[in-house]
């Protein structure tokens, strides 16, 4: 297995856009042209984040739309709180704000969370899903061990710590060098807004809360994607939503993590395209 070259030599230059939705400020960045394609970020995340090469790859028959969720990174907020309905709901008017009438979406980790509420409640915008280490919520999402939890809610977690969410122990020591498959992060997101974002991922995994008893729902195709090694979202959720998801089918990646993107980029995009496309 390897990783991709050094991420910051194939990091494609996107100019920043800004557009207004409701009272929030959200930036954003679009990469290629053809059908539009949503991507949702996980916890803590920015659009700087998603992995290079897959972007490049999805441009290429997309036109590929990153955004920073409300308060995140370059998006501005005036919400003191969030929950993963009102997420949808700002990415579904953000759509119609940039002239997006239907897209497909791709969702990894807490983004499969909005990426699931945007496709249920506003199901005329969304075409094809899929759903990268994701999970259905309410008491039946198998929840990731205490020390994961511990290190994504900790005030200044360690490097080496994040990474040890992503990816096996394993392949980390083979791969000690995070920039030859990690994107260099450039945006920066105030804690407070991190923390509210946490408190919505909590209440999702609550009684009543998440998706469990709408999967039956969704009416479009979705593609499932885990790591056979995801800790972060523990690989058993992604049976769970193939198993009540009616247009479902599951892909799973040997070998992988949480940042199965950035371990297998070129297997990743292939699995995604060849679902859209087909």
């Known amino acids: 297995m390897t990783g991709c070259n050094n991420a910051s030599d194939i990091d494609p230059v996107i100019t920043i856009e800004y557009v207004d939705v409701g009272t929030d400020r959200i930036a954003y960045k679009v990469s290629g042209s053809g059908f539009p394609l949503l991507m949702c970020m ?44 009102g997420l949808a709901a700002n990415a579904a008017h953000f759509l ?52 994961v939890a511990d290190i994504l809610t900790a005030d200044d977690p360690s490097p080496i710590d994040m990474l040890r969410t992503l990816f096996p122990d394993e392949w980390l020591a083979a791969h000690p060098d995070p920039l030859e498959y990690f994107p260099e992060p450039t945006e920066t997101s105030d804690p407070a807004i991190v923390a509210m974002q946490w408190a919505a991922f909590t209440k999702w995994n609550e009684a009543g809360g998440g998706s469990a008893d709408r999967l039956s729902s969704f009416t479009q195709a979705v593609l499932l994607l885990t790591g056979d090694q995801d800790v972060c979202t523990p690989t058993a959720n992604s049976y769970i939503l193939l198993d009540s998801i009616p247009l479902a089918s599951l892909i799973l990646l040997e070998g992988c993590g949480h940042g199965a993107m950035y371990q297998l980029p070129d297997k990743f995009s292939d699995y995604v395209l060849a679902f859209l496309l087909n």
Not at 43 to 70: A, C, H
Not at 124 to 137: E, M, N, P, R, T
């Open 96 to 147: 119609t704000a940039i002239h997006v009438e239907q897209a497909h979406v791709l969702g990894w980790s807490m983004g499969t969370n909005v990426a699931q509420e945007l496709a249920l409640n506003y199901p005329h915008q969304i075409k094809k899903v899929i759903l990268y280490a994701g999970d259905c919520g309410d008491t039946i999402a198998i929840e990731p061990p205490e020390w």
């Open 42 to 85: 996980g916890y803590s995340g920015t659009m700087d984040l998603w992995q290079p090469k897959v972007i490049n790859r999805l441009s290429e028959q997309f036109q590929v739309i990153m955004y920073d969720y409300p308060g995140m990174g370059y998006s501005t907020t005036q919400d003191t709180a969030f929950s993963m309905k």
